[in-house]
Antibody, heavy 123, light 107 residues
Framework: QVQLQESGPGLVKPSETLSLTCAVS?????????WGWIRQPPGKGLEWIGS???????YYNPSLKSRVTISVDTSKNQFSLKLSSVTAADTAVYYC????????????????WGQGTLVTVSS | AIRMTQSPSSLSASTGDRVTITCRASQGISSYLAWYQQKPGKAPKLLIY???TLQSGVPSRFSGSGSGTDFTLTISCLQSEDFATYYC?????????FGQGTRLEIK
């Protein structure tokens, strides 16, 4: 059974960098699939942040691209998110996810989700 | 970016009802559409991908249809555990985008 677990600070100060890690169990990241981050501000909808393939290829949401870095550590079977220069608008539940690529397209859907972790941006 | 618009935004129904939720894409996305169910305080759960393929373990009362720009999610006989928020998501192109959600409430 594939399981994903987010970890990282629950409180980040404005202008600082949000850092989260997703530990994967039950499946080896290096075996395939895409691995990504999706967030959900309190009471609002879902926003895709970005994804990484096990080889290291990345896709980012253009609205966040200048501030986002996603990396993978296959030796630890985990991947990470860094979001710089955060503001209150970045307050959200952050989910890590395993993503399946569509046939003949680059886009992906999510088949496994982490439980989510709330990150609040506040001084 | 492709904009996904769901209707209605909220819906009241009773156990046993048949309900349909619509998702419209701002441009054609073939059948590259997924549906998710989210309950309060929980992560979303995949229901359907490729517009109409039921994810393993999802009850057969859920079904999806459509292609191009117009899609529907149908729940044939509502159960108590189906009251939740539903999201569509296109994966035809990046950035991946979600609909705003449809909240299904008990009447």
């Amino acid at each position: 059974q594939v399981q994903l677990q987010e970890s990282g600070p629950g409180l980040v100060k404005p202008s600082e960098t949000l850092s989260l890690t997703c530990a994967v169990s039950g499946y080896s990241i290096s075996s395939g699939y895409y691995w990504g981050w999706i967030r959900q501000p309190p009471g609002k909808g879902l926003e895709w942040i970005g994804s990484i393939y096990h080889s290291g290829s990345t896709y980012y949401n253009p609205s966040l691209k200048s501030r986002v870095t996603i990396s993978v550590d296959t030796s630890k079977n985990q991947f990470s998110l860094k979001l710089s220069s955060v503001t209150a608008a970045d307050t959200a539940v952050y989910y890590c996810a395993r993503q399946v690529r569509g046939i003949a397209v680059a886009g992906t859907w999510v088949d496994y989700w982490g439980q989510g972790t709330l990150v609040t941006v506040s001084s | 970016a492709i904009r996904m618009t769901q209707s209605p935004s909220s819906l009241s129904a009773s156990t046993g009802d048949r309900v349909t939720i619509t998702c419209r894409a701002s441009q054609g996305i073939s059948s590259y559409l997924a549906w998710y169910q989210q309950k309060p305080g929980k992560a979303p759960k995949l229901l359907i991908y490729a517009a109409s393929t039921l994810q393993s373990g999802v009850p057969s009362r859920f079904s999806g249809s459509g292609s191009g720009t117009d899609f529907t999610l149908t729940i044939s006989c509502l159960q108590s555990e189906d009251f939740a928020t539903y999201y569509c998501q296109q994966y035809y192109s990046y950035p991946i985008t979600f609909g705003q959600g449809t909240r299904l409430e008990i009447k």
